[in-house]
């Protein structure tokens, strides 16, 4: 409860106030995001509440967040079974059905009081892809700036690993992992032990499912 309505009186951050009536206040024409709800504190629920009735929360310190303007989303992963088998029926969820299902999980005062229920569609490999390739610059290539080895990815090999990051339930969120646990730690370790040095090009492919690193030797002739 703290983010919304700060610290009470002798915790560190008191005089702060709540993080989300500052922010609010500073952008009042805010889009909003509470994502995940379903793993939000029961008492948490009494914040929404509060939102969705009187447009307005206050902090501790009495400090006022008017939400009059702006767009409250919440996201859940409650139904993703549902969404996906209906999806791969050729169907589309029905905001019914998914009443039904997120009324055993939230309280009907809170469900009640949503403007509109929106399922979203699994993702597709393709965008995993373009996800992994984000993902792959930000979390390694951007990473290998700061040091002499240069890491060539040829397609087949993002392809692979954006599908071992795929999860028609749980969309993209595991590639991230799959980055750190294929091509982080193992060049990391390759540097430590000094099999791959400064200055070496190291080239990525996918060999009976596995990850295969492959350093280019050059011959100079004279």
């Known amino acids: 409860m703290f983010p919304s309505h700060g610290a009470p009186p002798g915790y560190v951050g008191y005089e702060e106030g709540g993080l989300l009536v500052n922010k609010i206040r500073q952008k009042p024409y805010s889009i909003v995001l509470f994502d995940e709800i379903e793993k939000a504190h029961p008492s948490v629920f009494d914040v929404f509440l509060q939102i969705m009735d009187e447009g307005k929360l206050h ?3 009495g400090k006022e967040g008017d939400f ?20 791969n029926n050729g169907e ?18 809170f469900l009640g009081r949503l403007t509109e229920i929106v399922p979203f569609a699994p993702i597709s490999k393709e965008n995993a892809l373009k996800i992994f390739e984000i993902h792959l610059k930000k979390e390694f290539m951007d990473l290998l700036k700061n040091i002499n080895i240069k890491v060539e990815i040829p397609m087949d090999a993002k392809l692979y690993l954006a599908e071992n990051g795929y999860n028609a339930k749980y969309g993209a969120r595991p590639i991230k992992s799959i980055i750190r646990s294929h091509l982080r730690r193992p ?36």
């Open 92 to 109: 589309i969820p029905t905001s019914g059905s998914l009443m039904e299902i997120m009324g055993n999980y939230f309280r009907p005062e």
């Open 187 to 222: 060049l990391a370790k390759k540097i430590i032990s000094g099999e791959v040095k400064d200055g070496d090009t190291i080239s990525v492919s996918i060999e009976n499912n596995e990850v295969k690193w492959i350093k280019e030797e050059f011959t100079i002739v004279n």
């Open 68 to 87: 009059s303007n702006a767009i409250i989303l919440f996201t859940s992963n409650i139904g993703a079974d549902h969404i996906v088998n209906t999806f």
């Open 59 to 61: 902090d501790r310190l």
